[in-house]
């Protein structure tokens, strides 16, 4: 079965890979996903300096998914400019995901990552838990400034990981940012912002940032990742690479988000819950659902995805 993929000219000898945040801060954590099963290598989002993050309890795994509220923990843009050339020595796709803590920083992180050669670089406009800073993501216009402003500075392929949007006016008007900023990809999508878990037993939240409110991930909310991968592969008549994120829990969910038009999928949640290991898993699962289906890779069935 031919479980390999092509974004952006770089090929991917997976489909999946794990989502930026789920066990990739640390070197350590990074070359483990290199000897791992995953498809690519995908850093934490940076920014420019190296952060602690929220206070802990910041992650709460339960049976419908998990809540979040890590508020970028990393080790800042230099020590993984620093980690890029070491880390392309696995043989497979590097994805340097570049934040910031406002739109200006976002030059100066694109610059020295690129300079590192990364194959692709993940530009994050959806970091939904830093306290006082909206989500770029739900701004059209400050988006399109952020996005020619570093679409200048890289010369490896651009993609843009988005929020969840809730809205066809929301998709059809960020659809056109994009359009206009010589994005090569798009990554969809980041955890549902603001959610609440409650433990009815000790009557309190289960994170402590933000009052208990975090980001959504995890099965519940696949059916929102794959509105928003479906919808705008329809507005790019199938010729934006998508990668999908959110929901995926067996390889059936990966055969769901590759029908409403992903190239590969993320996986967060179910990684931080099972380890390294999961990826051997959703590749046996999700080449069994092929074969059943008649499939003989995953390019058969991309966007094939029938309407009543």
Do not use: W
């Amino acid at each position: 079965m031919d479980l390999s993929t092509t974004i952006a000219g770089v090929t991917f000898p997976r489909c999946f890979m794990n989502a930026s945040g789920a066990l990739c801060v640390t070197r350590d954590e990074l070359e483990s996903l290199g000897k791992s099963g995953a498809g690519a290598i995908v850093t934490k989002s940076m920014t420019i300096e190296s952060r602690q993050g929220n206070p802990t309890p910041r992650y709460h795994g339960f049976p419908g998914g998990s809540i979040n509220s890590m508020g970028l923990p990393n080790l800042g843009y230099r020590a993984y400019a620093e980690m890029i050339p070491h880390l392309k020595r696995f043989g497979k796709p590097v994805i340097a995901s570049v934040a910031g803590l406002g739109e200006e920083d976002f030059p100066t992180i694109a610059e020295a990552i690129n300079a590192a050669k990364p194959d692709l670089i993940e530009v994050n406009l959806s970091c939904p838990n830093i306290p006082g800073k909206p989500q770029i993501g739900y701004d059209p216009e400050t988006s399109e400034r952020v996005l020619k402003k570093v679409r200048r500075l890289i010369t490896v392929p651009m993609g843009v990981k988005l929020p969840p949007y809730f809205d066809p006016a929301h998709h059809e008007a960020m659809g056109k940012v994009l359009g206009r900023c010589g994005v090569d990809f798009l990554n969809m999508i980041n955890s549902v912002g603001n959610g609440l878990v409650v433990d009815p037993e000790r009557e309190a939240v289960v994170i402590k940032p933000k009052g208990g409110f975090g980001g959504l991930g995890g099965r519940l909310i696949k059916p929102v990742a794959l509105a928003n991968v479906r919808a705008f592969y329809k507005l790019f008549d199938g010729k934006m690479p998508i990668i999908g994120t959110g929901g995926i829990v067996e390889g059936i969910d990966v055969f769901e988000h590759f029908l409403c038009g992903a190239s590969a999928v993320q996986i967060g949640t179910v990684l931080v819950e099972e380890g390294l290991d999961v990826f051997g898993r959703l590749e046996a699962e999700l080449t069994a659902v092929l074969m059943r289906k008649g499939y003989q890779s995953i390019v058969e069935c991309q966007g094939r995805l029938k309407e009543l």
